[in-house]
């Protein structure tokens, strides 16, 4: 049975993955409107991923007998000056993420809680592939400059990205 402290800081998370769903929504509709589609591609897909994020959380929530509580989702900033700007704000964002994951294995410990912290140990390796991810693709934004033809490579290569249910396999392997 889940904890006060832990349920707590589990529900806080699947708000802020929500949030974090709310913000690339935001920023992909930026990149759109400015003529960049394969940015806009990749932010949407790094939105449906906080969003499979959040529904693994809240599942887990119920799975060890706890109650999802649900609170008000930010409203998001929408304007942005340049795609620069954008992955600079998702690396950001991503490093908080980190600190609100870690802060929860730190709680689920705190309660003894294994079955949590072990659930929680897969957020912490993908908060590292999430910072990454934006930094790798922060750093050829800081290469390309002003170079509109770099510019427009980098957008075509993020236009390929598709988006993948992280957790589909392990729903498959929990049929009957
Ligand atoms: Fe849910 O990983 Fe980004 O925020």
Redesign the pocket.
């Known amino acids: 049975m889940i904890k006060g402290n832990t349920l707590k800081a589990l529900n806080d998370q699947v708000n802020a993955?929500y949030y974090?769903a709310y913000l690339y929504l935001a920023m992909s509709a930026y990149a759109d409107r400015a003529g960049f589609k394969g940015v806009a591609n990749w932010l949407f897909v790094q939105a449906q991923?906080?969003m499979a994020?959040a529904t693994h959380i809240y599942q887990h929530i119920l799975e060890r007998g706890g109650t999802p509580a649900f609170s008000d989702i930010k409203a998001p900033g929408a304007s942005y000056g340049s795609v620069k700007e954008v992955f600079e704000k998702v690396l950001t964002?991503?490093r908080f993420?980190t600190g609100l994951i870690d802060k929860i294995a730190s709680v689920a410990l705190g309660e003894n809680d294994h079955a949590t912290y072990n659930f929680i140990m897969w957020y912490v390796n993908?908060?590292v592939e999430?910072e990454a991810n934006a930094d790798e693709i922060l750093s050829k934004l800081n290469f390309i400059g002003d170079n509109n033809g770099l510019l427009y490579n980098l957008d075509s290569t993020l236009a390929a990205r598709v988006f993948t249910d992280p957790f589909a396999a392990a729903a498959q392997n929990q049929q009957p």
Do not use: K, L, P
Request: glycine content about 0%.
């Open positions: 993955e974090s991923e906080e994020h964002h991503e993420v993908e908060q999430e």
